[in-house]
């Protein structure tokens, strides 16, 4: 029986998460080794395991941690030597190794038996408190003085569901920190279980996953925390003395950590404190509730656990880092994932501080941005030229768990790990049913192509239709021209050129427009260039939804709408259209340039349908005429910023296009110059330091024109006439939206996320992550008189504010409580359920 693959639509949901998981952090694999040391480490009383005993080699930065079992492996590129082991609440013990030691060592630590003294710190107050003042005043002593290092380690994620054990993976890597210039490393060799197959071969950056809990600021999924050693800590955190426990005849003393504010990016948990020296020896601690995470995860359950060390110097690095990471993945309430759990043990030796780093790894100008390179990379390490790439080897590394070992014995790859995360919800079931396929997806559609071409000159990307799959499958969709629309879409690729042809058959016209047909070929020239031509013919919008998000399912959802006796969203003309355009985009800055040269037939067509599904007998608007005639014009469209993502990351971004159509130099039967701009900002205001901090969102859409501007170029304001309703959009207007020879328009939108709960202490819908929002619409359109009637719409202006709770369904629904405002005041209310 054949092998059910992973739809697209859920790999862009897991493969994310994944990242966590199969990207290993710091590491490296030892080249020399004059004996390599194998055994446990155990209480002496009891002669149980002492998991995460720290392990070193006296008078260096070289060492290892044990695993759950309190097994190690340790190499000592030299003899004699002295091992170092050390755990906190115990006697450490050191041991002299020679050539004629046995390789298999047990190291039996007697729990510590010296008489606690009572534990005076001077100053007033609480004395956990007083404690860590001292902490963070020792670290201001040393922390500017560490400008960089490089750190040889060795890392193991696992990777689980809620029954077993889905993959490993692990490598080794050198990594290298700049006070300045971040992070980088060199994957020196990595490897998994048969199930990943392409993990030898890669570079996935891993040191950033290894976090420093000493740090003044500790990123978790995007969020700065607040570190427990940060200059500020008191500010944010209640320290309470817990207990005192000895560690070779000194006080360590163990804190509470708890949040001052539970609104604040903190931790809780526990630090120990080395008496005199006051130093962190380990930490452990999990983000507040206040964490901020993507709004996939529901749930997530994160505990860090690390151990530091001074080897005699002065600075206090981490010597270890141990992770659990529980997350629970839904993606609104039609598809939700297993339970997905992420174990990493890394183990971070072989210090070397403050020496040069290589300037290759940060660019020759210290501008280099790829996070990880592959040992065989020019790096400028010499060292790094007898690395094996392909294999760790037989270590040294942290001994696996007997439920690892057994993983890499029995996984084999047809265990892939996206059959072990196989959706749930109602996706999974259609999936399971066989109504879900790989490969299905809302792709781009050239008809709505045209219509953006049409409207804004940006030869933007094509929007999404009904259903339109590449590869052959069908464009389907629905309006009141052209009735149902049957179709199809071929990509082909030619050597560099790309080409699409496209094809369809239309229910409601007659005549030639029964038809459209077109397609598209680009050739790049270069690496950031790239020649288009296209053409067209057949029935397309008059003007497109450029909302955000709303490109994405304007098509779709106006075609079900219509078919459900709703009035139809768009205008519709029939347009036979030749372009060519040449795009170039700029890397710094973040510049994009498109010229279109176009040439297009447009004509009138008229409603053939007011077909309903449901069987309401609706009748359905005219459909307003345009300007018959060949439109010959030449337009650039410039995009500066970042387009964003679906509305969710943030968008900073201006384009401005212009468009010239000219009787004299082109012949054509039309004489204008119309500009429009759109810029979208968003603003960070409160909560900073969270991965989703409440934020304002602002959208200024404008536009203006000079001579006789056709209707099939007027500029719009966007209307909401469906249950969904983008940002950009005015949600208390119906039907179609403003339309006008110029137009201007803001939009915007606070999330205040879930704070306003959180304040409250009402934990139920911090928990379904319910957001509140406050947002405002306000926008006029300019149009003559005569235009006036054919549109059955005026001009003026239009105000309203709005507050809405997002998220009432797993993100789906939205409560949208909008109050539209005129020159007398409050004059219409809407209360409306709107889908997001």
């Known amino acids: 029986m054949a092998r059910r693959s992973t739809p697209r639509l859920f790999c862009l949901v897991l493969l994310p998460l994944l990242l966590l998981a199969v990207g290993p952090a710091a590491a490296h694999a030892q080249d020399t080794t004059a004996a390599l040391l194998e055994g446990r480490v155990v209480d002496a009383e009891t002669g149980d395991p002492l998991p995460q005993a720290n392990l070193r080699i006296a008078d260096t930065y070289q060492g290892t941690i044990t695993n759950v079992d309190g097994q190690y492996t340790l190499a000592l590129d030299s003899l004699p030597a002295t091992v170092v082991v050390r755990y906190v609440g115990y006697e450490s013990v050191r041991r002299r190794i020679t050539a004629d030691t046995p390789p298999r060592q047990t190291f039996r630590l ?26 963070i005043e020792n670290k201001q002593e040393w922390w500017p003085a560490l400008k960089s290092y490089s750190v040889e380690a060795y890392n193991r994620f696992t990777l689980a569901n809620d029954t077993a054990i889905v993959a490993v993976a692990e490598s080794q890597t050198t990594a290298f920190w700049d006070a300045e210039r971040g992070t980088r490393e060199v994957v020196r060799s990595q490897r998994g279980t048969a199930n990943l197959p392409g993990i030898a071969e890669s570079a996935l950056p891993a040191a950033e996953l290894v976090l420093n809990l000493y740090e003044d600021n500790v990123g978790v999924f995007g969020n700065q925390m607040v570190g427990v050693t940060h200059p500020d800590a008191l500010d944010y955190y209640d320290f309470t003395l817990d207990t005192t426990r000895a560690i070779d005849g000194r006080q360590a003393f163990r804190i509470e950590v708890e949040p001052a504010n539970r609104l604040s990016s903190t931790f809780r948990g526990t630090v120990t404190v080395l008496d005199s020296t ?98 065989d990379s020019t790096v400028g390490i010499q060292a790094l030229s007898s690395a094996q790439p392909d294999s760790l080897g037989g270590g040294p590394f942290v001994p696996y768990s007997q439920d690892e070992q057994t993983a890499y014995e029995q996984i084999d790859s047809t265990d892939t790990v996206q059959d072990a995360f196989d959706p749930g919800g109602l996706y999974g079931w259609l999936q399971d049913l066989g109504l879900v396929e790989e490969g299905l997806s809302f792709g781009g559609d050239a008809d709505e192509t045209a219509a953006s071409d049409t409207t804004d000159g940006a030869g933007d990307e094509a929007t999404a239709s009904f259903v339109d799959v590449e590869g052959g499958l069908p464009i389907l969709r629905f309006n009141r021209v052209e009735g149902g629309h049957f179709g199809l879409r071929l990509d082909l690729g030619v050597g560099p050129l790309g080409v699409t042809g496209r094809g369809g058959y239309n229910t ?79 890397s710094s800055p973040n510049l994009g340039l498109a010229l279109q040269l176009r040439n297009e037939r447009h004509f009138s067509v008229a409603k053939s349908t007011d077909y309903d599904a449901l069987g309401r007998s609706v009748t359905q608007p005219v459909n307003p005429s345009v300007g018959d005639g060949r439109l010959r014009s030449v337009a650039l469209t410039a995009t500066l910023g970042d387009g964003g993502l679906l509305g969710v990351l943030p968008i900073n ?83 179609r939206p403003y339309q006008g020879e110029h137009h201007v328009a803001l939009f915007w939108e606070h999330n205040f996320r879930t704070v306003p709960f959180e304040l409250l202490g009402w934990q139920a819908p911090v928990e379904q992550d319910i957001e509140l929002l406050l947002h405002g619409g306000h926008g006029r359109t300019w149009i003559d008189d005569g235009t006036e009637q054919r549109l059955l719409r005026t001009d003026g202006f239009h105000h309203e504010v709005g507050l809405s709770v997002n998220g009432l369904l797993e993100d789906t629904l939205r409560l949208d409580l909008t109050k539209r405002l005129d020159a007398s005041g409050l004059s219409v209310g809407v209360s409306l359920l709107r889908f997001w």
């Open 110 to 135: 007697a729990p510590s038996t010296v008489q606690m003294e009572e534990v005076r710190v001077t100053g007033s107050g609480n004395p956990g408190e007083t404690i860590m003042r001292r902490v």
């Open 278 to 375: 006051y130093a962190l020896l380990e930490a452990q601690l999990r983000p507040t509730p206040s964490l901020s995470t993507p709004r996939v995860l529901k749930e997530v359950d994160i505990t860090f656990e690390q151990q530091f060390s001074n080897f005699g110097g002065p600075y206090w690095l981490p010597v270890d880092f141990r992770a659990r990471r529980d997350l629970n993945a839904q993606l609104s309430a039609l598809i939700s994932l297993s339970d997905i759990r992420i174990r990493q043990v890394s183990r971070l030796n072989e210090y070397q501080i403050n020496e040069p780093l290589p300037d290759s790894l940060y660019g020759a100008d210290g501008g280099g941005d790829e996070i990880a390179v592959r040992a």
């Open 508 to 586: 409601g016209p007659s005549g030639s427009t029964q038809w459209s047909y077109g397609g598209e070929a680009t050739l790049p020239l270069g690496d950031d260039t790239d020649l288009s031509a296209g053409y067209h013919y057949g029935i397309e919008p008059r003007y497109r939804a450029r909302s955000r998000i709303a490109p994405l399912w304007a098509r779709l959802s106006n075609s079900l709408w219509t078919l459900a006796g709703a009035p139809d969203y768009f205008d519709y003309f029939g347009n036979e259209r030749l372009h060519v355009s040449v795009r170039h985009a700029f």
């Open 653 to 735: 971004r201006l384009q401005v296009s212009v468009e010239h159509s000219d009787p004299g130099l082109a012949a054509s039967d039309f004489d204008f110059t119309r500009l429009e701009a759109v810029a979208d900002a968003r603003i960070e205001t409160f909560f900073q330091r969270r991965f989703r901090p409440n934020a304002l969102d602002l959208r200024v859409d404008a536009g203006a024109s000079f001579g006789a501007l056709p209707l099939q170029r007027f500029g719009v304001i966007e209307a909401s006439p469906q249950p969904y309703t983008p940002f950009g959009a005015l949600r208390t207007l119906d039907d």
